[in-house]
Structure formats: C-alpha cells, structure tokens
C-alpha cells in the first residue's frame, strides 16, 4: 500500500527556519496537504495544494514540492507553532484512497 | 462558519457494532465530499473512508474494507459510518472531515472534534 514518510522529529530553536520533508512516490502527480495538530486538539489545515496558504495562517508557513518530496517550512518559528504536523496526499492509482505521513513532532525551544 | 459535529462512540465488545453520526452546518453540504479519519490513543492520524457529494462513489483504508460503511443523508447534512465486525485495533479518536471538492478528493479543509470509540470486553 501507497506510504507516505516523514521525520518522526524536528527540534529548532525559536526564530529559526524549521523543515518537516514528506516523501511519497506519488507525489509528483498528486498534491500534498499539511496539517498542525496541536496536544488535545483536532488538526488544522496550514498548507493545501503543495503551497497555498489558507485564510488565517501566518505567512511563515509555506510549502513547495518537488520530485518525490515536499516539505512545510516554518521561517521563524515560534514557541507556539510547536506540535504534531502530518503531511497528506493520495496514491496516483485512481483509487481515491487518502493516505497520512507518520507525523513530526516539531520542538521549538 | 464551518461545524462539524461527532456523535456515537462508546464502549463496544469485539466483534460489535456501531453507528457513528457526523452533523454538519455552515457550509452547503452537497456541495463537498466527506472523509472519516481515526487517531488511536498516542498515534498519528489514520484516513478511513471517503465519499462523494451524492453518495455514489466511496472508497475505504484496506484496513476496514469490508466491515466499514461510509454513507451520508445531504437532506440532513449528515454523515455516517456504519462499524461491523469490530476489533481492539479500531479503538481510536474518529473525525468527521470535510473535503475541498465535490467528487475526487482533494484534501481536507476542516475537521470536526472527533468521537471516542473503545473496543474492549
């Protein structure tokens, strides 16, 4: 079954440029999400489409995609942007089947 | 503003069933398809099941295919998802979630606050 992979942590300091890489087979022919989920609470949507940035995101989150990979960028990540970030796409067989990378724990300190 | 809103988790024996229900508002709910996504106690996040905005194409983790089953009533905007044949290892956080389109999905924009489901004797 399709696999999507990530880093099972990042840890930047506060103010720093922080990186969480997605890589999936797939990718090159199908859109990645990421998703920040916070202790406790549900998942909220940072990144759709590889690099679109919803209505209420702070512009230090980004993303871009190339080849297999893609990857959610924080540039001066704050205390608060700490938290569990789960990249998300769909294998290319046109089965429709979601698939979640394992997560990133992201630690800002 | 978009809601979504969980119900039907409890404590059920292996080998049980349930129902949960998935009660949306704030957004033309025929407009969008709808996922379900699970969260076991302390792990990442699992993607169920999916379906269409009329209904007539659904798609499901091959880890519940053939137990699970994905429907939704668009004249009460609501979502549903039928758990047969339960096991330990469905025991989870579910969410209702919306897509951003109609038939093939694209990604989910919004989430619900999930509903506990404990499969336990």
């Known amino acids: 079954s399709y696999e999507l992979t990530q880093p099972p942590s990042v840890s930047v300091s506060p103010g720093q440029t922080a990186r969480i890489t997605c890589s999936g087979d797939a990718l090159p022919k199908k859109y990645a999400y990421w998703y920040q989920q916070k202790s406790g609470q549900a998942p909220v949507l940072v990144i759709y489409e590889d690099s679109k940035r919803p209505s209420g995101i702070p512009e230090r989150f980004s993303g871009s995609s190339s080849g297999t990979m893609a990857t959610l960028t924080i540039s001066g990540a704050q205390v608060e942007d700490e938290a569990d970030y789960y990249c998300y796409s769909t294998d290319s067989s046109g089965n429709h089947r979601g698939v979640f990378g394992g997560g990133t724990k992201l630690t800002v300190l | 503003e978009v809601q979504l809103v969980e119900s039907g988790g409890v404590v059920v024996q292996p080998g049980g069933s349930l129902r949960l229900s998935c009660a949306a508002s704030?957004?033309?709910?025929?407009?969008?398809?709808m996922h379900w996504v699970r969260q076991a106690p302390g792990k990442g996040l699992e993607w169920v099941s999916l379906i269409s905005w009329d209904g007539g194409s659904t798609y499901y983790a091959d880890s519940v295919k053939g137990r699970f089953t994905i429907s939704r009533d668009n004249s009460k905007n609501s979502l549903y998802l039928q758990m047969n044949s339960l096991r330990a290892e469905d025991t989870a956080l579910y969410y209702c979630a919306k897509d951003l389109a109609a038939a093939a999905p694209a990604g989910i924009d919004y989430w619900g606050q999930g509903t506990l489901v404990t499969v336990s004797s």
């Open positions: 704030g957004f033309t709910f025929d407009d969008y398809a």
